[in-house]
């Protein structure tokens, strides 16, 4: 599939970059009047792997390393952002539960929960770690 590039500035890069790697199918696909119904609606493709326990382990643990490289004792994570830092949020097929469910397991004696939703696995979850040393 050709990419029409001229179509991929007047979307802009907000646009892509919120897309994240389907985008730019997304984009061509519209760009070449292929859409359902004649509608300027953007389909995503769906990335190739729903992202995993371990790579929401990968990230927690990357937010711990940059925090230990700036010197702070503890750092706030809200699992939305970690979420969209993996990859695959905002979806229909998101894995919000996982993301809580690696924050909640990766708690240690002295941190501690600042936010949760009423049903608790939500985007909006956010956890004060102190920094392993």
Known sequence: MKIDWKRVREVGLTALKWAGVGALVAVSIVAQGKSSGGSRRRRSARPSKAPRKADFEAALHSEFDKARKRGKQHVDVQSGKLHR???GY???SHRMPTACDVMRRAKAPGDR???APPKGKGASVVIRYKVPK
Do not use: I, W
Request: hydrophobic content about 35%; cysteine-free.
């Open 90 to 92: 905002p979806a229909r």
């Open 85 to 87: 830092q993996v990859g």
């Open 113 to 115: 929960e600042l936010k």
